[in-house]
Each structure stands twice: as structure tokens, then as C-alpha cells.
């Protein structure tokens, strides 16, 4: 790796639609899920800490969420902890993780990585990020990374290449399509000039930093106040800036309206977690997931199971189902059709039909 590259994790989401498992109080990327014996973001974190050391990884989370990270991530001192004191979505946490960096290394290049995902060629992984990064330092430029799109998925988002760059990975950005509908999505898969938007993204900082100011107003005079903030002594200072700042994605803000981003053309092999109908994770013959669930299956396909360890499920006959328990609540719901979650301010039950 280059000695200006680093990473920032974003582990400050709720996670409610993989209730009734992650739950508000201990969210799906503070959860072994598939009984490793590493939650998702220590996952994470020892995935990019092979390739990159200790002192260059940061992760960002919800004040809440902090004795969380602090158990689990023990190597990693208050420094490298950034506090979001509010949830203002993943723009909030990405220019101030952005400015905070940039005050140690002037110079760096930022991969972001979401702390729920799960990566199956670890080795592809490190060299796709590390190839991203040399990319978005080189062009000053921000550089998403992409999966090919194989199934058609309603849920995910997706990424049209344009014109190819020199280096043959790598082309610019054309468009970016959040879940389309079935037709869209299967023409996706068979035009084949789609790839499926991971969530992770690599960026020169100054230019991450001149998109923001330029693109979201409500950002021009908070970027100013950031670069003081991020200049205090207090290693755990809290930024009270959050307060007046609007809830927006990285995405939607940023990253769909630069005309300065480009794509990589993956090959790690990626699984969504974001929802119990869009866990990618390899099935059996018959298209059942088993999350570290010891479960018979008999005349049942294209289901997932997760149950607590010591639990065991027998199930017969069933076809495109979710089968989820965690402490006192049993979720059996269609794949299809899940917008069951817990209501984060009333802590009822919400169930609908999408």
C-alpha cells in the first residue's frame, strides 16, 4: 500500500432490516452472524488491517454504539474512533471522517467501507482496494467499487459503465440506478454493462472535500467550521456541527452528481447484508442459506435461516422464507414481501406488505 492511503468504516447504522437479529440496542454490524467468531466489523476491520496498519484505519459510529467498539475493537485507540453525536446519514460521516484524516495526512487517499458486508476472496479484495486507491490518488478523483451483476436484484443498487479509461478496469461513471424495478434489473444483467454498487468507494480527499462544498450547499460553511474543529487538542472532541446538518446519503449528494467519478470492475467475490431478501451468501442444492444454523431442510427451497447457537430447525415444505429468531421474537415471513422491522422511537412492531 502507499503510505498516504487509509481507511474510514462507517459502523453507525441501526440495522433494522435485518430485525428481528440486529436490533436497535446491538446492530448487524456488532452481531456474529454466521458463528466465525468475529462480528461483521471485526471482520472489517482485520480485513483491511492485512494490508494496511493499524494507525490508518478509523471508524465512524453512533455515540451509542461506542462501548460497542471499544469491546470489540480493543487494538483501536479513542483516536481512531470519529463520534457521530446525531444520525445524519452517511455524508456527515464520511466529510468529517474525511477532514479528521486529512489533519493527520494532508495528502490521503480514503477508502470507505460499510462494517456489514461480507467479502469472499480476501486476496482479489485487498488488491481491487488497493488498486482503487492507487486510481482515485493518481486522477484525483473518486473511484466506487463494483461488482458484476449476476441475478437480477430489486434491492441492490446498480452502476452503468461508460467510457473506459486507460487503465481496462476502470471506467467512468455513466449513471447510477437505485433498486429498479424486475424488468430493469434483468435487463441489467443481460446487458452486462452493469455492475452492482458495493457501497465502497475510494477518494483523494481534497477532491472528496471540493465535491461536498461545490454540490451541497448546506455543507459551505459547515466544511470551514470542520477544518477548525478538526484542529482542536481533545482527541475525543465531540462535533457539535452535526446538529445543523441534514440527513443525507454520500450517494444521493455526492457521488451521483460529481462529474469526477469512476468505477472499478471488481473481482472479489461480495454479499450483501443490508436485508434478509438480499442476503447473497452461497446457498445449497436447493437454494437454502443456513447463517451458522443447524437446520434439516426437507422439500423446502430458496429460504434463509438464522437462529441463536444451541437452536436447531426442522422445516418442511417451505419455499422463499425468511426463518429469524433472537431473543424473545420468531420472525417466519416471505422473502418477498419482508417489511417487518422494529419501529426505533415507539419499539412496536411494524408489519406491511411492500
Known amino acids: 500500500m502507499h503510505r498516504h492511503d487509509y481507511c474510514l468504516i462507517l459502523a453507525g447504522g441501526v440495522g433494522s432490516r435485518l430485525w428481528p437479529v440486529s436490533r436497535a440496542e446491538k446492530p448487524k454490524q456488532f452481531l456474529d452472524l454466521f458463528g466465525t467468531g468475529r462480528t461483521l466489523l471485526q471482520q472489517t476491520f482485520d480485513r483491511f488491517a492485512r494490508f494496511m496498519p493499524a494507525d490508518h484505519i478509523f471508524v465512524s459510529t453512533h455515540v451509542d454504539y461506542l462501548p460497542l467498539v471499544y469491546e470489540q475493537l480493543p487494538e483501536v485507540d479513542d483516536l481512531h474512533i470519529l463520534e457521530e453525536p446525531l444520525r445524519r446519514g452517511t455524508l456527515a460521516a464520511v466529510a468529517w471522517g474525511t477532514v479528521f484524516i486529512m489533519h493527520q495526512d494532508k495528502d490521503a487517499t480514503i477508502v470507505v467501507s460499510p462494517a456489514d458486508q461480507i467479502i469472499m476472496d480476501e486476496e482479489a479484495f485487498r488488491d481491487d482496494t488497493l488498486h482503487s486507491l492507487c486510481f482515485a490518488r493518481e486522477q484525483q478523483s ?64 481534497c477532491e472528496m472535500l471540493r465535491n461536498i462544498y461545490s454540490l451541497v450547499p448546506d455543507y459551505q460553511q459547515t466544511i470551514p467550521q470542520m477544518l477548525m474543529d478538526a484542529d482542536t487538542t481533545d482527541d475525543k472532541f465531540l462535533p457539535e456541527f452535526f446538529s445543523i446538518l441534514p440527513n443525507r446519503s454520500v450517494d444521493l449528494s455526492v457521488l451521483e452528481r460529481s462529474e469526477n467519478v469512476y468505477v472499478h470492475h471488481c473481482s472479489f467475490g461480495w454479499a450483501d447484508m443490508g436485508a434478509w431478501e438480499t442476503v447473497g451468501l452461497q446457498a445449497d442444492a436447493c437454494g437454502n442459506v443456513l447463517m451458522g444454523t ?54 412496536q412492531m411494524e408489519l406491511g406488505v411492500e
Open 294 to 347: 443447524d437446520a434439516l431442510m426437507h422439500n423446502s427451497r430458496n429460504n434463509i435461516v438464522r437462529l441463536p447457537r444451541g437452536r436447531k430447525a426442522v422445516i418442511e415444505g417451505l419455499t422463499d422464507y425468511v426463518v429469524a429468531e433472537e431473543g424473545d421474537v420468531l420472525l417466519i415471513c416471505p422473502k418477498n414481501r419482508q417489511a417487518v422491522r422494529r419501529n426505533q422511537t415507539d419499539a
Open 142 to 205: 473518486i473511484c466506487v467499487m463494483g461488482i458484476q451483476a449476476t441475478r437480477a436484484e430489486t434491492q441492490y443498487g446498480y452502476i452503468q459503465k461508460g467510457k473506459q479509461t486507460s487503465d481496462s478496469d476502470i471506467w467512468r461513471v455513466k449513471s447510477f440506478i437505485e433498486k429498479p424495478t424486475m424488468d430493469f434489473a434483468r435487463l441489467f444483467v443481460k446487458d452486462g454493462g452493469w455492475l452492482w454498487n458495493t457501497g465502497l468507494f475510494a477518494f483523494d480527499s
